[in-house]
């Protein structure tokens, strides 16, 4: 029984190729206007509007996938150019840095060590809490002593400069954001080198004002701002070290005797996950830096003026 089934179905296919090798043979035979091409005009006829109308129907739905897979598309790509535009702005505030000479300095002070990110023993946290209001900007981080963190220890995350540790607790401590009013951050342009102090701008805690700047300081729109490296003499300043991306000139104010501008935070401090806390040990020359100019008494004050906070150098500046 079931080789007459596999028999016949060997017959019928044999059959149909030589029924289909005949209705070819006999359609391109014939005349235009023949039996077998009106038969085909016919089917087309009565095809063709189903067709278009299943095309139509369609369209939506293939468009629809279309824009996701473009969005899925789009995002990444938009992830990758925002990855490199961090490497890239990294790389020239580095090079920035780089063409400012410190020889007298080193020379002056025969400093051989220069306090660097590497200095730091960096502890990554989680943040697990947020407190922003008008005045103040804070957020909790997961960890606290028992990972080496300690009060005034700068934050920092893959954009630029987060904040300072402020309070801690065994397993936890409090990061005072650079938008709150109680943080205030010694900082320079990138290519001029000017330096002044980074403070919330009053009545828009979401921006910064680089305050103190001579008056002829020429700070062109775009300008970056990093840490100086100095710190405000007193016991309760953080020593950043120098180079750190602050933010982004986005105009100048020049009013007064002293120019200052108005600044963009470079990280987005609204959408804090992960941080990284940088600790040093006793001994290390972090601590030891930070504890001399914590020692020294105010002197001449930051732009040759009153600012009402003198700024110790420390030999932190490159």
């Known amino acids: 029984m079931h080789d007459k089934t596999v028999r016949r179905r060997r017959a019928l296919l044999v059959l149909l190729v030589v029924l289909s090798l005949l209705l070819l043979t006999a359609y391109f035979g014939e005349a235009p206007s023949g039996r077998l091409h009106s038969v085909q005009r016919g089917f087309l006829t009565v095809v063709s509007p ?24 789009a995002k990444s790509q938009r992830n990758e150019l925002r990855k490199q535009v961090d490497k890239l702005r990294r790389q020239l505030v580095a090079d920035q840095g780089e063409k400012r000479s410190y020889h007298e300095l080193l020379t002056m002070f025969h400093l051989d060590n220069r306090l660097s990110v590497a200095n730091y023993h960096p502890v990554n946290a989680t943040v697990v809490g ?24 700068p934050v920092i995350n893959g954009e630029g400069l987060v904040g300072k540790v402020t309070q801690v607790a065994s397993d936890g401590a409090v990061v005072s954001l650079i938008t709150d009013s109680t943080v205030g951050v010694s900082a320079r342009l990138g290519t001029s080198g000017a330096t002044g102090i980074v403070q919330p701008k009053v009545g828009d805690p979401n921006d910064l004002l680089l305050q103190y700047l001579r008056a002829n300081t020429q700070v062109p729109k775009g300008e970056y701002v990093v840490t100086s490296g100095t710190v405000a003499a007193g016991h309760d300043d953080s020593l950043y070290p120098p180079g750190i991306l602050i933010g982004q000139v ?47 008494p105010s002197g001449q004050t930051q732009g040759g003026g009153p600012t009402g906070e003198a700024l110790a150098s420390t030999g932190a500046a490159r």
């Open 50 to 73: 189903i067709q278009d109308g299943a095309n139509k129907a369609l369209k939506p739905v293939r468009d629809l996938f279309g824009g996701i897979s473009d969005t899925f598309h």
């Open 130 to 153: 947020k407190t922003p209001n008008i005045w103040y900007s804070t957020v909790t981080i997961d960890k606290g002593e028992a990972a080496g963190v300690h009060v005034n220890d």
């Open 250 to 296: 986005t105009s100048v104010n020049e009013e007064s005797a002293y120019t200052s501008v108005n600044v963009h935070p470079i990280a987005n401090l609204h959408n804090l996950d992960v941080v990284q806390v940088l600790t040093s040990t006793s001994g290390s020359l972090p601590t030891n830096l930070a504890h001399l100019a914590s020692t020294l």
